[in-house]
């Protein structure tokens, strides 16, 4: 019987001036496709009723990449496409959830406001997947590179897999 333990760990990066632009750039494409995705989600309800899917954002955001979007084509070169993917997640997840909310208000079973937060302070963050390794000084996410840490032997490096990665930004830290 396999039996999956979910931990997560919250730790401060030290970073160097390119690990910094490098997460900039990372958060930045990361938000970009979040906030087009929740675009082009409203028109479609509003014009048929149903939104599309985190897959179906995807492949769209494929093809406007090749032809109106050849900055995000370039931008993808050092950017992990985890992000602008996980992106998409978190944007399907949070219909879901408003939509879940709706129905309980509607039933009377919710009280308070209804609507999708919004990200307006900071940079954001993003979502990296894949292979991750994790060293008693250094993480190493896709693309990022290797990522000095300010806490030394806080995040446990033997037998465990790292299956994602949150990398965010508040007040200049990482």
């Not at 996980?86 to 009280?111: I, N, P, S, V, Y």
């Not at 919004?118 to 997947?129: A, E, I, S, V």
Request: proline residues 3%; aromatic residues 6%; positive net charge.
């Amino acid at each position: 019987m396999l039996v999956r333990v979910t931990r997560a760990y919250k730790t401060e990066l030290d970073l160097n001036n390119a690990h910094v632009t490098a997460c900039k750039q990372h958060a930045g494409a990361a938000r970009w496709v979040y906030n087009w995705g929740l675009r082009r989600k409203r028109q479609a309800y509003r014009s048929t009723g149903t939104s599309p899917s985190a897959i179906e954002l995807h492949r769209e955001l494929n093809a406007l990449k090749r032809a109106e979007l050849p900055w995000l084509s370039q931008v993808s070169t050092w950017v992990s496409t985890c992000a602008p993917q996980e992106a998409l997640r978190h944007l399907d997840q949070a219909f879901d959830h408003l939509f879940r909310r709706c129905r309980l208000k509607r039933a009377g079973q919710l009280w308070g406001k209804v609507g999708l937060k919004t990200k307006q302070r900071g940079l954001g963050g993003l979502r990296l997947t894949g292979t991750i390794v994790v060293e008693a000084q250094t993480i190493h996410p896709p693309r990022l590179g290797r990522l000095r840490l300010k806490a030394r032997g806080y995040l446990p490096t033997l037998g465990s897999t790292i299956l994602s990665a949150t990398v965010s930004e508040q007040a200049g830290r990482w």
